[in-house]
């Protein structure tokens, strides 16, 4: 890979890192407002769960529009870590701005609400949750930032390597798109 290259693919992650961010913070908004309406928060976890999907087909776009068609694994795959490495920063960012200056102890009341509840008092939880809530009550926004970023770099590389392995195209297989074209030329010549 030249280092024009190199440019031209850190850019276009940066680009669809930080459209993958939004998806995120969209995610977590609805998340939290998901806590006292829990059709928010089932669409919150759809768009979680849609966010490797969305990396992939975004991925599909650069090796159409920007690679001719063609795109190895490694290409794939570091575009699809840096992507997730840039929509990590983003995302820690959000995170810590909502922790410092909006949350205000929100979400652990309402996840001390939840180990109060009598089924998880019932099955056993109610200590277990308690010592967790203690844990996250001690953490800063800042470590909760990091460890959302370091959450979402792992998740890169990880997911990385099948959704490289799935929009990857060799040299010699051509798109619809260009058969086409190829034809169109040829019945014009």
Known sequence: MSPAEYQQLKAFARIDGALLAIVWIGSFALYIKGMEN?????????????APFFAARRLRKFRDFARDGVI???RGY??????????????AV?????????????LLAKFTEM???????????????????????????????LNVLTIIIVAGFILGMPIAAF?????????????????SKIENQ
């Open 167 to 183: 929009v990857q195209k060799k040299q010699g297989a051509r798109s619809k798109g260009q058969e086409v074209s190829n034809k």
């Open 78 to 91: 570091a575009y699809i870590v840096l992507a997730f490495f840039y929509s990590g920063l983003l995302f």
């Open 94 to 106: 959000a995170q810590y701005v909502y922790f410092t200056y909006m949350d205000h102890g929100f």
């Open 72 to 74: 190895t694994f490694r």
């Open 38 to 50: 829990p059709m928010l928060g089932l669409i919150s976890m759809v768009a979680m769960i849609t």
């Open 115 to 145: 180990a109060n509840t009598p089924e998880s008092v019932q099955l056993g939880l109610k200590d277990m949750m308690q010592q967790s809530l203690n844990e996250l009550a001690a953490m800063r926004p800042i470590d909760i930032a």
